[in-house]
Nanobody, 119 residues
Framework: QVQLAESGGGLVQAGGSLRLSCAAS????????MGWYRQAPGKQRESVAT???????YYADSAKGRFTISRENAKNTVYLQMNSLKPEDTAVYYC?????????????WGQGTQVTVSS
């Protein structure tokens, strides 16, 4: 099992910044992609940004130019730096890790951290 512990959410005014962190622990060998998803009230969970173990990065269009994902493999930690935040970024942000079990893959999720952006 993989445990994911998120931190860094909170309340910020529009235009402000927050940095989310997610540390993986437990059976971490074989973790490939790590990333951030978010879910706003009444909406489906959506991908925000992901990063592979090798450093390849994907951003959702809504995150491009404002958010930066990074990863420290030695610390099994992934970060999401969020700048120029908008009220529409308000959501619960979830950390995700994908682990390779000899060719099959399993998703693990953190408990979520609330990000609220006031206008």
């Amino acid at each position: 099992q993989v445990q994911l512990a998120e931190s860094g959410g909170g309340l910020v005014q529009a235009g402000g910044s927050l940095r989310l962190s997610c540390a993986a622990s437990g059976s971490i060998f074989g973790i490939n992609d790590m990333g951030w998803y978010r879910q706003a009230p009444g909406k489906q969970r959506e991908s925000v940004a992901t990063i592979t173990r090798g450093g390849s990065i994907y951003y959702a269009d809504s995150a491009k130019g404002r958010f930066t994902i990074s990863r420290e493999n030695a610390k099994n930690t992934v970060y999401l730096q969020m700048n120029s935040l908008k009220p529409e970024d308000t959501a619960v942000y979830y950390c995700n890790a994908v682990k390779n079990y000899s060719g099959s893959y399993r998703d693990f999720w953190g408990q979520g951290t609330q990000v609220t952006v006031s206008s």
